[in-house]
């Protein structure tokens, strides 16, 4: 959506249902995605860099090797997500829901993940669970 060095517009797809849809390798940079609907979507690969996803809806989705680095993902709902290889680098997670989504650690070794709902299942564990 976004075309690096070609000038254009932020994408404003705010209020979108994109649910369901294979939106594999999508590139979303600096996108205005406030309470897009991407539940059971097929979104690995995306770029997702530095976009406004507030109050987005994930679950179901998958969002395996997908990178969210310094996006805005308050209050988004990530459960039950497939979230495999993730980059949160920098995210903001205040109040995200990571309610029996499907991550490997990595995505987690940060600080800064104060206030967000995270009940998580691996593939390779019984069960992680920090709130």
Same mark, same amino acid.
């Given at each position: 959506?976004?075309?690096?060095?070609?000038?254009?517009?932020?994408?404003?797809?705010?209020?979108?249902?994109?649910?369901?849809?294979?939106? *594999?390798?999508?590139?979303?940079?600096?996108?205005?995605?406030?309470?897009?609907?991407?539940? #059971?979507?097929?979104?690995? #690969?995306?770029?997702? @860099?530095?976009?406004?996803?507030?109050?987005?809806?994930?679950?179901? $989705?998958?969002?395996?090797?997908?990178?969210? +680095?310094? &996006?805005?993902?308050?209050? $988004?709902?990530?459960?039950? %997500? *497939?979230?495999?290889?993730?980059?949160?680098? +920098? &995210?903001? !997670?205040? +109040?995200?829901?990571?309610?029996?989504?499907?991550? @490997?650690?990595?995505?987690?070794?940060?600080?800064?993940?104060? @206030?967000?709902?995270?009940? !998580?299942?691996?593939?390779?564990? *019984?069960?992680?669970? %920090?709130?």
């Amino acid at each position: 959506m976004w075309l690096e060095n070609q000038g254009g517009e932020r994408a404003q797809l705010g209020n979108t249902d994109l649910s369901n849809l294979a939106l *594999q390798d999508v590139d979303l940079r600096c996108a205005n995605l406030i309470r897009t609907d991407f539940s #059971g979507a097929d979104l690995s #690969g995306a770029n997702m @860099n530095e976009a406004d996803i507030t109050y987005a809806n994930f679950s179901h $989705a998958n969002l395996n090797n997908t990178s969210f +680095r310094d &996006a805005d993902l308050r209050n $988004a709902n990530m459960s039950y %997500a *497939q979230m495999l290889n993730v980059d949160l680098l +920098r &995210a903001d !997670l205040f +109040r995200t829901d990571f309610s029996n989504a499907q991550v @490997n650690d990595s995505a987690f070794k940060r600080k800064d993940t104060g @206030n967000t709902i995270i009940e !998580l299942r691996d593939p390779t564990r *019984q069960c992680l669970s %920090a709130k």
